[in-house]
């Protein structure tokens, strides 16, 4: 296997593997590869794929942080070969488009989720419109997240959304500690739903929209639809991620 292109975060150990593979196979640029190497925690895996946003590059994560759950065992012995039997899955990203209170549009990618926080003491205010259909006129909470199948085990997970299976073609709509109405546990939509929040008194009670790492501040809506991208993400063999999501709903 040729053509690696190795990124790593910044931490020692994740440094050390990275200088260490790039002694052993060279390092390819970017736009030549034909594999990305991630070497870190998640972050670093969504960084790679922000990176690669252009093309649908396969990527192989190594964990060298404290959080892995979409990546590989820390063993990087015979990297060529575990590559070559690694199982692959397609995950499908969401687009997010924030507007803010100057009405400046923000346009990002969202692997994991796009949510939405209040940044001050007082809680938001949101609308909810599916497929131009108001669905809750006023939610007031901490927040609302969309999570896709692939990031429906990281902060959806924590804020008690349900865990979706990778090919279940669903968005996980999850209120962040909702206030009114305090029942509301959230919606399963099809992947094909267009999603749009619109903030009630945004300057009293502002709200940051969040694509990933990417975050627009004092936001008026977002829209949020499934993107036209796909990106591959490859797993050691018997150890794929949808095994992984499948466990995941097991743990105690």
């Given at each position: 296997?040729?053509?690696?292109?190795?990124?790593?975060?910044?931490?020692?150990?994740?440094?050390?593997?990275?200088?260490?593979?790039?002694?052993?196979?060279?390092?390819?640029d970017?736009?030549?590869?034909?594999?990305?190497?991630?070497?870190?925690?998640?972050?670093?895996?969504?960084?790679?794929?922000?990176?690669?946003?252009?093309?649908?590059?396969?990527?192989?994560?190594?964990?060298?942080?404290?959080?892995?759950?979409?990546?590989?065992?820390?063993?990087?012995?015979?990297?060529?070969?575990?590559?070559?039997?690694?199982?692959?899955?397609?995950?499908?990203?969401?687009?997010?488009?924030?507007?803010?209170?100057?009405?400046?549009?923000?346009?990002?990618?969202?692997?994991?989720?796009?949510?939405?926080?209040?940044?001050?003491?007082?809680?938001?205010?949101?609308?909810?419109?599916?497929?131009?259909?108001?669905?809750?006129?006023?939610?007031?909470?901490?927040?609302?997240?969309?999570?896709?199948?692939?990031?429906?085990?990281?902060?959806?997970?924590?804020?008690?959304?349900?865990?979706?299976?990778?090919?279940?073609?669903?968005?996980?709509?999850?209120?962040?500690?909702?206030?009114?109405?305090r029942?509301?546990?959230?919606?399963?939509?099809?992947?094909?739903?267009?999603?749009?929040?619109?903030?009630?008194?945004?300057?009293e009670?502002?709200v940051?929209?969040?694509?990933?790492?990417?975050?627009?501040?004092?936001?008026?809506?977002?829209?949020?639809?499934?993107?036209?991208l796909?990106?591959?993400?490859?797993?050691?063999?018997?150890?794929?991620?949808?095994?992984?999501?499948?466990?995941?709903?097991?743990?105690?």
């Open positions: 296997m040729t053509g690696f292109h190795f990124l790593s975060s910044t931490s020692p150990e994740a440094q050390e593997t990275f200088q260490s593979l790039v002694n052993r196979y060279g390092q390819t970017l736009d030549k590869a034909n594999i990305i190497v991630a070497i870190g925690g998640d972050g670093t895996l969504l960084n790679a794929l922000r990176k690669s946003e252009g093309r649908d590059i396969p990527i192989y994560g190594i964990n060298k942080g404290s959080v892995g759950f979409l990546m590989n065992s820390a063993k990087y012995d015979n990297l060529d070969e575990k590559i070559t039997n690694a199982e692959s899955v397609t995950i499908y990203p969401l687009s997010m488009t924030a507007t803010d209170i100057n009405g400046i549009k923000f346009k990002s990618i969202a692997f994991n989720e796009v949510s939405l926080l209040r940044q001050v003491r007082q809680a938001a205010k949101i609308s909810i419109t599916i497929d131009n259909i108001q669905r809750m006129d006023e939610l007031i909470c901490d927040g609302i997240l969309v999570a896709t199948p692939a990031g429906s085990t990281a902060y959806n997970l924590s804020a008690h959304g349900p865990i979706l299976p990778l090919k279940s073609e669903i968005l996980a709509l999850t209120p962040i500690s909702a206030f009114r109405p029942r509301w546990r959230g919606a399963l939509l099809p992947s094909s739903a267009s999603i749009r929040f619109d903030i009630l008194d945004p300057m009670r502002p940051s929209a969040t694509a990933d790492e990417v975050e627009v501040r004092d936001v008026v809506s977002v829209e949020i639809t499934q993107s036209l796909t990106k591959t993400l490859l797993f050691d063999k018997g150890h794929s991620l949808e095994e992984r999501i499948l466990k995941e709903q097991f743990a105690w």
